[in-house]
């Protein structure tokens, strides 16, 4: 296959969190570090504010070590080599976020589904060289994708050549954990950016504003929502892509094709309580379609989304609907 011009981008400005004069706090203290393959910027306000950042960093750190199918010894690299793990062996952590998947797999009728290892990595992904891979090689690949070939009962088992990948959960699942761990810590307030994760906690009087992407343009926003405690995730065609004659291939695959989504979004923004279910859901939507998307969404009162068409045309949920302010040039469907 003749890559003339591949290029792949990363767009880090995901979801900005707009910051108002009472948040910003004299003892806000903040970090920026790499992790997960994405850029993790952490602000905490608070008078411990200082030793829950390094605590959140270290939990960042170790449980990246346990979920990621790119670390050697990895609890996820593991089971991805022998096909099996007993609950024993494997930490606490990852037989939850494993069971957490398998549920979420089943709920969106596999539009959500982390055994599609195997097609992450014929497209590149995780590696440094992506490619466009050939029709015959995603055939072969999918009789090794699908929720079916995972069995979690007394351990973990799966039938031969399946490939786990946490990619669209686990970014959400560790954002859980460390506003679990900050409850430990004397803190007014926190906002946690994990790629295109954000978190939000806090008793300030006011309700954070929180700056949703233009996929478009990705430095400038099509609106933004406010909301307090509680997680906005985004899930879209820009953040992560290469381009092969022209065309856009982006890392959000639809796992009973193999190849990148293609219904009409170019992003989908989950507002929840969770991170862990806002993660997997916005990529889950992604791959539903804005019809079948808003319909779930509907009938989940637990979560409320933004879609973004690939017109541009924006729709939200009517939970959410009244929190949105959107920019003077964006069509809102209604
Ligand atoms: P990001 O990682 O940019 O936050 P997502 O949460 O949508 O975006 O996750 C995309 C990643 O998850 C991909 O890089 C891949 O590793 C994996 N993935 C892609 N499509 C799916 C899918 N339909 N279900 C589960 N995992 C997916
Ligand atoms: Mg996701």
Redesign the pocket.
């Known amino acids: 296959m003749n890559i003339k011009k591949a290029a792949f981008c990363y767009a880090l400005s995901i979801i900005m969190v707009l910051f108002t004069s009472c948040q910003v706090m004299s003892s806000t203290k903040s970090i920026d570090f790499f992790a997960m393959d994405t850029v993790i910027s952490l602000k905490i306000s608070g008078k411990q504010a200082d030793t829950a950042l390094t605590q959140t960093k270290k939990e960042i750190k170790r449980l990246e070590g346990i979920f990621s199918n790119t670390i050697e010894h990895s609890d996820i690299s593991m089971i991805n080599q022998n096909f099996q793990a007993d609950f024993e062996t494997i930490h606490p952590e990852t037989k939850e976020i494993l069971q957490l998947s398998n549920h979420l797999s089943e709920e969106t009728n596999g539009?959500?589904?982390?055994t599609?290892g195997n097609f992450?990595k014929l497209w590149g992904?995780?590696e440094e060289t992506k490619r466009v891979p050939s029709p015959i090689e995603l055939q072969q690949a999918q009789q090794h994708v699908g929720n079916a070939h995972l069995k979690l009962a007394d351990g973990i088992l799966l039938e031969q050549q399946i490939q786990l990948?946490l990619?669209?959960?686990a970014?959400g699942y560790i954002t859980d954990q460390v506003v679990n761990l900050l409850q430990q810590y004397d803190i007014d307030s926190a906002i946690l950016s994990i790629?295109?994760?954000v978190s939000v906690i806090g008793n300030q009087q006011q309700p954070f504003q929180v700056g949703i992407a233009n996929p478009m343009q990705p430095d400038t926003l099509i609106g933004s929502i406010s909301v307090s405690n509680c997680a906005i995730?985004t899930?879209g065609d820009y953040?992560?892509y290469f381009e092969q004659d022209g065309i856009r291939y982006h890392?959000?695959?639809?796992?009973k094709t193999g190849y990148p989504?293609n219904q009409g979004l170019s992003s989908v923004t989950v507002i929840c309580e969770s991170a862990a279910l806002a993660?997997a859901y916005?990529?889950?939507l992604?791959?539903m379609g804005l019809d079948t998307g808003i319909q779930f969404v509907e009938n989940h009162p637990e979560i409320e989304a933004i879609f973004v068409t690939k017109e541009g045309q924006v729709k939200c949920s009517t939970g959410i609907d009244s929190q949105f302010t959107p920019h003077s040039n964006v069509q809102v469907i209604s």
């Open positions: 539009c959500f589904d982390i599609l992450v992904f995780t990948d990619g669209a959960i970014k790629g295109g994760n995730v899930s953040q992560r890392h959000i695959l639809d796992p989504a993660d916005a990529t889950a992604f791959v």
